[in-house]
């Protein structure tokens, strides 16, 4: 009996095993089955990015490559290396790969119409980031997200303004012109544009400040430099300079202490971005005024993205929140920026 008993037993454990296994081979199958299918139901999007000018773009790029990874959505990214003809390339190569959906950042406003309406022919939604574009017909892409460079520009104008007019209030300034230098970013792109118009806009009213010098140093540190070399040659009074980003104000800084001089406290310096080594600077004192611009749009991008691929609506302008940081703020509260 109790052979019987420990017969049965066995047989039953060995039912119990067979079936533990098979429910973990099922299970696995499900598990292989469960992501070949979720292998197809992946979205994938073509991601036209415009190359490593600066810290803030690397960020924008990991923030986007991050958030795909995060949501399972297959990204093909390329690097335009600075060009546009490389982004219409790539654009022109996602088409032919069927993504389902393009996400680019224009590097300048113009020149999209045909590989946008290309795009349309074929069926494929297009999410505009970070930079805008200039398209007869506005329905060539789904919508925009990014940043609001004219309200940077603004900012920028009215630290100016607020830093000078209180210094002339106290009388403390004889000068008759607050003379300003402008590093421009990337000619003809919608950032730059937009932050010299937002500047502009707001010193117009007050004829006494004048843009002396205005070059475009591409965004890049090294052309910073090269341009902060050849306007502190030409010019004796320069009160400030305004620069379109944290990388060539990196650059400024460098030529000024070479030549001896104290950038922030010779000269004011306001610069967007917002990347570590520029607030790292405003706490050294060697900038008065950083004005963010937000690179973490990744998660927001790729949300867009899904909902473009699921046939959704999504709104055609999107602003990232941004802040300005001033030299009076108490800095030690600012968060490490990551980039
Ligand atoms: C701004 C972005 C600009 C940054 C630069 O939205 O397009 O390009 O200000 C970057 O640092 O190179
Ligand atoms: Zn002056």
Redesign the pocket.
């Known amino acids: 009996m109790y052979h019987d008993k420990k017969q049965i037993n066995k047989q039953f454990r060995i039912i119990i095993f067979i079936m533990i296994i098979c429910c973990f081979l099922g299970c696995n199958a499900r598990k292989k089955d469960f992501s070949q299918i979720e292998e197809e139901d992946r979205i994938i999007v073509g991601f036209s990015q415009?190359g490593a000018?600066?810290a803030?773009?690397t960020c924008n790029t990991r923030s986007v490559q991050n958030a795909a990874a995060d949501q399972g959505v297959q990204l093909v990214y390329d690097n335009a290396e600075q060009k546009q003809e490389n982004q219409i390339k790539a654009l022109r190569s996602f088409i032919a790969y069927q993504v389902d959906v393009i996400v680019f950042?224009p590097i300048v406003t113009d020149g999209w119409d045909n590989v946008l309406q290309e795009a349309r022919d074929a069926g494929i939604p297009v999410l505009v980031t970070?930079?805008k574009i200039d398209v007869v017909d506005q329905s060539l892409y789904a919508g925009f997200i990014?940043?609001d460079?004219l309200k940077e520009g603004r900012n920028a104008g009215l630290f100016v303004l607020d830093k000078f007019e209180n210094k002339l209030e106290r009388s403390e300034n004889t000068e008759e012109y607050i003379n300003i230098v402008e590093l421009f970013?990337?000619e003809g792109?919608s950032?730059a544009l937009g932050r010299a118009e937002g500047f502009r806009e707001v010193l117009n009213a007050h004829p006494n400040y004048r843009i002396i010098y205005s070059k475009s140093g591409d965004?890049l540190r090294s052309k910073g430099y090269e341009l902060a070399v050849e306007f502190l040659d030409m010019y004796e009074d320069i009160d400030v300079i305004f620069s379109?980003?944290?990388?060539m104000t990196l650059g400024v800084i460098e030529a000024m202490e070479e030549k001896g001089l104290l950038p922030g406290t010779d000269i004011v310096i306001v610069t967007?971005?917002a990347q570590q080594a520029a607030i790292d600077a405003l706490r050294e004192g060697k900038v008065n005024c950083v004005i963010e611009?937000n690179p973490k749009t990744g998660p927001e991008i790729i949300k867009l993205a899904q909902k473009l691929a699921a046939g959704e609506q999504i709104p055609r302008l999107q602003y990232v929140h941004e802040e300005v940081f001033y030299e009076t703020d108490e800095l030690s509260l600012i968060e490490p920026r990551g980039y």
């Not at 379109?244 to 990388?247: F, K, L, T």
């Open positions: 415009i000018e600066s803030w773009r950042v970070d930079r990014g940043t460079s970013g990337t792109s950032v965004f379109h980003n944290d990388g967007i971005d611009c």
